[in-house]
């Protein structure tokens, strides 16, 4: 079993930058596929970007962060990072952390078992 806390939330203006943290616990984290996603009141939870297990940490983004977000791991003390830079006010949302084991479908929640609590990041205009 995974326990994921995120960290690193708060408010920044437009055009700045946040790293957010997840911090995980369990033996076998570098064996789990981590993923972010996001999510605004009344929305469903939007896919941001996703980071292999093993190895390998192959990533791939959500269109709408392309270029603008980075995912990375370090297995070593168990933690996942989103560095987001050049934010925008539609990048308002709790941030969520997610660990699965399914290779498959890794855009999607339902690839994912555990999830933290979530992180609130605010872009002011």
């Known amino acids: 079993q995974v326990q994921v806390v995120e960290s690193g939330g708060g408010l920044v203006q437009t055009g700045g930058s946040l790293r957010l943290s997840c911090a995980a616990s369990?033996?076998?984290?570098?064996?789990?596929?981590m993923g972010w996603f996001r999510q605004v009141p009344g929305k469903e939870r939007e896919f941001v970007a996703t980071?292999?297990?093993?190895?390998?940490?192959?990533?791939y983004y959500g269109n709408s962060v392309k270029g603008r977000f980075t995912i990375s791991r370090y297995n070593a003390n168990s933690t996942v990072y989103l560095q987001m830079n050049s934010l925008k006010p539609e990048d308002t949302a709790v941030y969520y952390c997610?660990?699965?084991?399914?290779?498959?479908?890794?855009?999607?929640?339902?690839?994912?078992?555990?999830w933290g609590q979530g992180t609130q990041v605010t872009v002011s205009s």
């Open positions: 997610a660990a699965g084991q399914n290779i498959a479908s890794p855009t999607k929640t339902f690839a994912y078992d555990y």
């Open positions: 369990g033996r076998t984290f570098g064996s789990y596929r």
């Open positions: 980071i292999t297990g093993g190895n390998s940490g192959s990533t």
